[in-house]
């Protein structure tokens, strides 16, 4: 779904009030962003970025008129992770 960026920025004051803003990565100018919000009872993800320093003149969605956007829903996601066997072993 395409929401205006006018419409993001204006009415649902994004990315700030935004339920989840994940750093996703950065470069040497720039910081990279994903978003969660919510619009009419329903959630959606973007991404955005943002100047690393404040000579970098970035701002969210620069140069976009209509931001893509995927609707959401939060689910319980299993996730294996590597840890330390003692960690494991003291558990037991």
Not at 17 to 24: K, Q
Not at 51 to 61: I, K, L, N, R, V
Request: proline content about 3%; hydrophobic content about 35%.
């Amino acid at each position: 779904m395409k929401f205006k960026k006018s419409f993001l920025v204006n009415e649902l004051d994004l990315p700030y009030t935004a339920m989840v803003n994940e750093i996703t990565d950065t470069s040497r100018w720039s910081i990279h962003h994903k978003i969660v919000f919510e619009h009419d009872g329903k959630f959606y993800q973007t991404h955005y970025s943002e100047g690393a320093t404040e000579m970098q003149e970035e701002s969210p969605w620069d140069n976009e008129d209509e931001v893509d956007c995927v609707e959401v829903e939060l689910k319980e996601v299993k996730v294996m992770k590597w840890v330390p066997k003692k960690l494991i072993e003291e558990s037991n």
